[in-house]
Every structure is written in C-alpha cells, then in structure tokens.
C-alpha cells in the first residue's frame, strides 16, 4: 500500500488566498505533487474555491471568504494534498524550433566561453534535453521549464537586462525557459523561436500547459523570420508529437 505523502504547509496569502507549499525549494518531485493538486481540484471542486495557480512548489488556490473561511478549506485541501499521486499519464509533447546564436541569441559564446567549451556544444546539449513545463508565469505564456542538463547549469546574470526580445530561449540557475512577450531578464539568451506560447486572439491563447513535456530542434535565421511571420498571423508553428 502506497505510504501517504507528507503534509505540505498552508499559507495565508492575503486574506482571500492560501499558499499550500509543498517544498522550500524548486523540484520536479514538489512539482509533481503541486500539478497533482491542482488536477484533483479541478476533477472535484470544493465550494468556494475561485482559482487556482500552480507554481514550481506550491499551488496558489484563491477562495471566496463569503463561501468558505481559511481554516475550513484548509481542512478540505490536506487530505487532497497527501493522497498517493495518481499513475502518471502522458503528457502533451511539443517540438519547437531555435535560431540559436548570432543576434538571436547574443548570450551563446559566452556561455560556450563561461562552461569551457563552443557555441556548437552548448546548443547540441541544449537539443538533447527532454524539458517540462514546471510552471507559467512572470509574464503571459512564459514558460518554466525543468530537465535541463546539469552542464548547462550556471548562475543567472550579476546584471540583468532591462528588456529582452519575445521568442527568447533562455537558461538560469537549474531552469531554461520559453519567453513569449518583451521583457527584463536575467537569464543567459541562446536564441530565439518563432512560437508564441501566448497570442491573445489565436485559439488556443495559450500554447504550452504545466506538465507538457518540451524539445527543442535547430534551424537556420531566414526559417526563423518565415516562420516568425507565419506565427505572427497565427500559426502555430510548434509541432506537438503525437505517441
């Protein structure tokens, strides 16, 4: 019989949202339980219950105080919250494509310099990966992802900037990422994809999901502006693998 998990903690935010927290620090195992979490929620509804945002370790879950109180949905939440996890399913899979390097990607030699080894290698490892989406946020369709090679793990910039291009491919600390929108960074740019993970008007508006599994795959810069204009009327351009 599966043993039943610990009980994570549960945090005011406010006073019209708790923070169930199932570790103080990012990983996939906490990931795995917050995504759980949030599925389980949403299969059975509990009254009162508004929202609810799934983060790398912890499920951010907003309630109507008029409905239910603090203490009481923090009763209904923990027996949820330490349930064996469920048989894990397969996950949505996408392939998008990078042009990595050059002006798409004005981080990649130093970081081929920082990690001791070329441009060539730092993208070849960085194709290799098999990534999930940990997490979306910062800005619309940003996503967070786990998996990457532990090679590639380095520091985030001393010096973030203050606006980096939509499209960026980026990694930091143990993460990489999939920017959607213009915005700072302080991550490591490797390249850019034509894909929006975000379009308000497209449908669907959001592409990537927590829990899909990503790959990324090379392509030269004049692919990148065709299909960056194909994206920009609407196309999807990700190709999601089908098992």
Same mark, same amino acid.
């Given at each position: ?143 967070? =992802?786990? $998996? ?10 001393? /010096? +973030?900037?203050? &606006? @980096?291009?939509? #499209? ?20 490591? =740019?490797? $390249? ?10 497209? /449908? +669907?508006?959001? &592409? @990537?999901?927590? #829990? ?32």
């Amino acid at each position: 019989m599966a043993a039943t998990l610990p009980p994570p903690r549960l945090l005011p935010s406010g006073d019209s949202a708790v923070t169930v927290e199932f570790s103080r620090t990012i990983d996939d195992a906490a990931n795995q339980r917050v995504l759980a979490l949030d599925k389980a929620l949403a299969a059975s509804p509990i009254d009162g219950i508004t929202e609810t945002v799934p983060t790398y370790r912890s499920l951010l879950v907003h309630y109507d105080p008029g409905r239910i109180d603090f203490d009481a949905l923090g009763e209904k939440i923990l027996p949820i919250a330490t349930q064996p996890l469920p048989p894990v399913t397969k996950a949505r899979r996408w392939r998008i494509p990078v042009a990595y390097g050059g002006e798409h990607g004005i981080d990649l030699e130093d970081v081929a310099k920082a990690l001791n080894t070329t441009p060539d290698d730092i993208v070849a490892r960085h194709v290799a990966g098999d990534y999930k989406v940990a997490m979306i946020g910062f800005t619309p369709g940003w996503s967070y =992802l786990s $998996g990457l090679d532990k090679s590639l793990h380095m520091s985030r910039r001393q /010096n +973030p900037r203050l &606006l @980096t291009p939509a #499209g960026t491919i980026s990694i930091g600390g143990i993460q990489a990422g999939i920017q959607c929108l213009a915005a700072p960074s302080g991550w490591h =740019l490797l $390249g850019r994809t034509p894909v929006r993970t975000y379009q308000l008007h497209r /449908n +669907p508006t959001f &592409l @990537t999901e927590p #829990g899909d599994r990503v790959t990324f795959f090379a392509i030269d810069h004049k692919t990148f502006a065709e299909q960056d204009r194909a994206a920009e009327a609407g196309e999807i351009i990700a190709e999601q693998v089908v098992a």
